[in-house]
């Protein structure tokens, strides 16, 4: 558009989207002195893009127009001028940012489903499939079947190593039962009732309805807090290879083994009890030696018969302390108690896990175990160890 005081308002190219308009040679009728920006752009040899907002110029209605200049002999002959509809633009402006966000929400829906996808093929679906496996497992003991279900699991992260060990150990525990079916055939009675409650023990800590309760709480975080049954699954594998290292042990091993091996065995516990189950330590000393899963019977009685027979739960404290002439791990909770003088009845505890124990301790250590209870307030279990039969064990 020309802006010669001659010629002022004389359109020299115009385009306009809807083919409306003015055409060339024709004239904006406007008056110079209403637009401030055109005025000052005669005045000035500045060729600064400017910008105007206009109700009735070049058309009617709520208009947004940008000045260039076009300057000739160091003068501003004429601009350039591009003009928008405020409210056509605000329209454009508010469906792009709408689009832009059904598209966006659309993306983090789709990226969620490829998540749920992923979680529920590499964790999820794996648990499920360990769970039903050991599950059968309980009811049939079909060594070869589980393996072969185990074997299916391919999943190269914890829960693959976990299926692995699950097959090692029905291979041992298949092993296990028929050496023991080939030593009572070649031994005295006596030699094998003592290896029968040995193995019975140690495998009363591996039982399937154990690792049935674990899996089902691993698969139940998975999908709540998939960080926690990641370490979960971890922590469980290593707890699974520490029992099946205990069928071969047959010297005491260090008290911080023990309890490292103990503390595995509580975390499972407290996912699975969770606020009802609280766990307190107060280690003096570690400088002693006892059986292999020796102690962990005893915790577990305080866990099960204890704190987990009590309504509201409570709390499992292991302490350590050295006297003159003895060693002692004690194990207390303040839970249902027991009438320590009542008769032996099927009350659902282990009590020929109990006496093996006994046995265990009192044969490999010189050690004995003394339990107080009172009902309503809760059981303590001592396990005293004579220096004397330690450090003679130690010379050996």
Not at 344 to 351: A, L, P, Q, V
Request: aromatic share 8%; charged share 30%; proline share 3%.
């Amino acid at each position: 558009m020309d802006l010669q005081p001659d010629r002022q308002g004389l359109v020299l190219f115009e385009h306009c989207k809807n083919g409306t308009g003015k055409k060339i040679g024709e004239y904006f009728d406007f008056d110079i002195e209403e637009h401030t920006v055109l005025k000052e752009m005669t005045e000035s040899t500045s060729d600064d893009i400017r910008f105007e907002k206009a109700v009735g110029f070049p058309d009617e209605g709520n208009c947004y127009s940008g000045f260039k200049p076009v300057i000739i002999n160091g003068r501003t002959r004429a601009v350039i001028g591009i003009t928008y509809k405020w409210d056509d633009m605000r329209d454009s402006v508010i469906h792009t940012i709408i689009r832009t966000i059904i598209i966006t929400a659309s993306g983090i829906v789709l990226i969620m489903l490829i998540l749920v996808v992923f979680i529920y093929r590499t964790a999820v679906r794996p648990v499920r499939r360990i769970r039903e496996a050991v599950v059968d497992y309980t009811g049939d003991k079909n060594s070869a079947r589980i393996v072969e279900e185990m074997f299916r699991i391919n999943t190269k992260n914890e829960l693959g190593y976990l299926s692995d060990s699950i097959s090692d150990l029905a291979l041992e525990l298949d092993h296990y039962t028929k050496e023991t079916a080939r030593i009572a055939a070649e031994k005295e009675r006596a030699e094998k009732e003592r290896y029968e409650a040995e193995v019975q023990v140690m495998v009363s800590q591996i039982s399937p309805h154990f690792m049935y309760n674990v899996l089902t709480s691993i698969a139940m975080m998975c999908e709540l807090d998939p960080k926690t049954a990641r370490e979960a699954t971890v922590i469980f594998t290593k707890y699974l290879r520490g029992n099946m290292d205990s069928l071969k042990q047959t010297a005491p091993v260090p008290f911080e083994k023990e309890l490292e091996h103990l503390k595995k065995y509580l975390y499972i516990e407290k996912l699975r009890f969770d606020d009802l189950l609280n766990i307190e330590y107060d280690i003096r000393t570690t400088d002693f030696e006892v059986p292999l899963l020796s102690v962990q019977p005893l915790v577990e009685n305080a866990v099960k018969h204890g704190v987990g027979m009590k309504e509201d739960g409570g709390t499992v404290k292991i302490a350590s302390l050295e006297t003159d002439t003895a060693y002692e791990v004690i194990i207390s909770d303040d839970g249902v108690g027991f009438d320590v003088n009542a008769p032996k009845k099927n009350d659902g505890r282990s009590h020929v896990g109990m006496e093996n124990t006994r046995k265990r301790l009192k044969e490999m250590c010189g050690a004995e175990i003394v339990i107080t209870s009172e009902i309503g307030k809760g059981t303590t279990a001592r396990v005293i160890i004579p220096k004397e039969a330690a450090n003679e064990d130690t010379v050996s």
